[in-house]
């Protein structure tokens, strides 16, 4: 029911900024819960921000919180995560997803029915 397509990685300096953005296709998106995940090498995806489209409610994880920001532009039909402050444990492989319905926000992964390629994200020391 949609398709997502993320964009905005690269390699970026410890304490840099990126913005990666998520483009959606779909006729029902916006009525979706949104999330950004990432998956390090030898790591198992995990949770890192999410947005509920309809009720404009964020949660992020405890270790990006006060660092990422995640916020979407229905117009545009892009969801987006502001990272600042960025730390070398950052580094991973940056998904966009979206969950079916589902009211509110959603920070579980087996919630999401929609995935992205990925984006990578690199942060030197």
């Known amino acids: 029911q949609v398709r997502l397509a993320e964009s905005g990685g690269g390699l970026v300096q410890s304490g840099g900024s990126l913005r990666l953005s998520c483009a959606a296709s779909?006729?029902?998106?916006?009525?979706?819960?949104m999330g950004w995940f990432r998956q390090a090498p030898g790591k198992e995806r995990e949770f890192v921000a999410a947005?509920?489209?309809?009720?404009?409610?964020?949660r992020y994880a405890d270790s990006v919180k006060g660092r990422f920001t995640i916020s979407r532009d229905y117009a545009q039909n892009r969801v987006y995560l502001q990272m600042t402050s960025l730390k070398p444990e950052d580094t991973a492989l940056y998904y966009c997803?979206?969950?079916?319905?589902?009211?509110?926000?959603?920070?579980?992964?087996?919630?999401?029915?929609?995935w992205g390629q990925g984006t990578q994200v690199t942060v030197s020391s």
């Open positions: 997803a979206a969950a079916a319905g589902i009211r509110g926000v959603v920070i579980t992964r087996s919630a999401y029915d929609y």
């Open positions: 779909g006729r029902t998106y916006s009525t979706y819960p």
């Open positions: 947005i509920d489209w309809t009720g404009d409610s964020t």
